[in-house]
């Protein structure tokens, strides 16, 4: 390849026009806030870990209390108690892969490592939608087998006012199923907007440098 | 708190830190502005990665222990960034003109075939994927493959074979 010769040669041998910065213009750089990848994705991974923790804790009281008739109040202690483990094992992931991305890796391993990063926080969004998804079905079965105790319970409470309860009951389930589509729904949009803005680029290369180990 | 002291000493070793730093940087600020205008297509976008690089370096600056050159260890932690860590600004204008300049000005007797051929290869590697304009980079800085690789984390073999791929790929985009 004699061009690319040529051009290494040249390139070496010639000072290439470049603007020279000086000792006083470099020095107020290093003061400046870093804008790289890495910083967003941390913000928002833990943005989403805050956003599914702060629902748990913030499903009303009136709800447990309806739980509570319905006789679930035991079952949601226990799967709250082992949400809570899980959740634990979840950030102590994500902050140990976290830990281990250096600007200072091969580019393959630093790749790999915000990569890696990314998987963490999307078990965890996985984890919580499908669980999410997972009790809103079993509450609706065992509502759909417990109807008259749900009709009794929706009756006590005067949002439904004077609507005939078989009514209340389709309307009841009619909701909770378009709240649940529409919940994932939104969720599957925001994950695309957010791969699409950040990692397009990243995984690309990613995939280049690990299809040349191949 | 630390007695005040230490935190005077603390405070010294910082400026000390800073000064070795930016005085270093200034001296190999050529490596770092190669890799600004191959990965960038005008001078906002030069300037901010030549922002972002500089942080990157410094805040990995504590742990260079000095077991290699400061240039060398300059190239992974620029590339790094210029390739995994920047984010594009939106506002990217093709500028043709700006790399012509840059060979022409700095020549005072120049071969006008020999500066259009390189030119015209420059033009061709910037067309060239992230990673390619990585390993063509290094080679053009003279480095040998043992460093190519060691820097982009694949063999030594394969970083040779790719090479041979991109000279191919490039002579094709020169002479199609």
């Given at each position: 390849?004699?061009?690319?010769?040529?051009?290494?040669?040249?390139?070496?041998?010639r000072?290439?026009?470049?603007?020279?910065?000086?000792y006083?213009?470099?020095?107020?750089?290093?003061?400046?806030?870093?804008?790289?990848?890495?910083?967003?994705?941390?913000?928002?991974?833990?943005?989403?870990?805050?956003?599914?923790?702060?629902?748990?804790?913030?499903?009303?009281?009136s709800?447990?209390?309806?739980?509570?008739?319905?006789?679930?109040?035991?079952?949601?202690?226990?799967?709250?108690?082992?949400?809570?483990?899980?959740?634990?094992?979840?950030?102590?992931?994500?902050?140990?892969?976290?830990?281990?991305?250096q600007?200072?890796?091969?580019?393959?391993?630093?790749?790999?490592?915000?990569?890696?990063?990314?998987?963490?926080?999307?078990?965890?969004?996985?984890?919580?939608?499908?669980?999410?998804?997972?009790?809103?079905?079993?509450?609706?079965?065992?509502?759909?087998?417990?109807?008259e105790?749900?009709?009794?319970?929706?009756?006590?409470?005067?949002?439904?006012?004077?609507?005939?309860?078989?009514?209340?009951?389709n309307?009841?389930?009619?909701?909770?199923?378009i709240?649940?589509?529409?919940?994932?729904?939104?969720?599957?949009?925001?994950?695309?907007?957010?791969?699409?803005?950040?990692?397009?680029?990243?995984?690309?290369?990613?995939?280049?440098?690990k299809?040349?180990?191949? | 708190?630390?007695?005040?002291?230490?935190?005077?000493?603390k405070?010294t070793l910082?400026?000390?830190l800073?000064?070795?730093?930016?005085?270093?940087?200034?001296?190999?600020?050529?490596?770092?502005?190669?890799?600004?205008?191959?990965?960038?297509?005008?001078?906002?976008?030069?300037?901010?990665?030549?922002q972002?690089?500089?942080?990157?370096?410094w805040?990995?600056?504590?742990?260079?222990r000095?077991?290699?050159?400061?240039?060398?260890?300059?190239?992974?932690?620029?590339?790094?960034t210029?390739?995994?860590?920047?984010?594009?600004?939106?506002?990217?204008?093709?500028?043709?003109n700006?790399?012509?300049?840059?060979?022409?000005?700095?020549?005072?007797?120049?071969d006008?075939?020999?500066?259009?051929?390189?030119?015209?290869?420059?033009?061709?590697?910037?067309?060239?994927?992230?990673?390619?304009?990585?390993?063509?980079f290094?080679?053009?800085?003279?480095?040998?493959?043992?460093?190519?690789?060691?820097?982009?984390?694949?063999?030594?073999?394969?970083?040779?074979?790719k090479?041979?791929?991109?000279?191919?790929?490039?002579?094709?985009?020169?002479?199609?």
């Open positions: 390849m004699d061009q690319l010769e040529a051009l290494k040669k040249e390139w070496q041998t000072e290439q026009k470049f603007p020279k910065l000086t006083k213009e470099i020095y107020p750089m290093i003061l400046k806030k870093s804008s790289s990848i890495v910083k967003w994705i941390v913000i928002i991974s833990l943005c989403e870990i805050v956003f599914w923790i702060l629902l748990s804790f913030l499903i009303p009281e709800s447990n209390e309806f739980y509570e008739e319905l006789g679930l109040k035991t079952v949601f202690y226990w799967i709250n108690g082992v949400n809570y483990v899980i959740v634990a094992c979840f950030i102590y992931l994500f902050w140990k892969n976290w830990k281990k991305i600007v200072t890796n091969t580019v393959k391993e630093l790749m790999g490592n915000i990569l890696r990063v990314r998987k963490t926080v999307h078990y965890f969004v996985y984890y919580n939608i499908g669980l999410t998804a997972l009790l809103l079905a079993g509450i609706n079965v065992y509502y759909y087998y417990n109807q105790k749900l009709v009794d319970i929706l009756k006590g409470q005067n949002i439904y006012g004077a609507i005939p309860a078989e009514a209340v009951v309307k009841f389930f009619l909701f909770n199923i709240a649940g589509v529409v919940l994932i729904g939104f969720l599957m949009l925001f994950y695309f907007l957010l791969y699409g803005l950040l990692l397009r680029r990243l995984k690309r290369n990613y995939k280049e440098l299809k040349i180990e191949i | 708190m630390l007695p005040t002291n230490q935190l005077a000493n405070k910082t400026k000390e800073e000064h070795s730093f930016v005085s270093q940087l200034e001296q190999n600020q050529n490596i770092v502005h190669k890799i600004c205008r191959l990965y960038t297509n005008d001078s906002d976008a030069h300037n901010d990665l030549f972002e690089i500089t942080i990157q370096l805040r990995a600056y504590p742990k260079f000095g077991d290699s050159k400061f240039s060398t260890w300059m190239y992974r932690v620029a590339l790094n210029a390739i995994t860590l920047y984010r594009k600004s939106k506002r990217k204008v093709q500028t043709q700006f790399e012509a300049i840059s060979f022409k000005i700095s020549s005072e007797e120049y006008a075939t020999v500066e259009e051929q390189l030119i015209l290869m420059y033009d061709a590697v910037k067309t060239l994927g992230d990673i390619d304009k990585a390993l063509v290094l080679y053009l800085e003279n480095k040998n493959y043992r460093e190519i690789s060691a820097t982009l984390g694949i063999t030594e073999v394969n970083a040779r074979v090479m041979n791929r991109i000279k191919e790929k490039l002579r094709t985009v020169l002479n199609p």
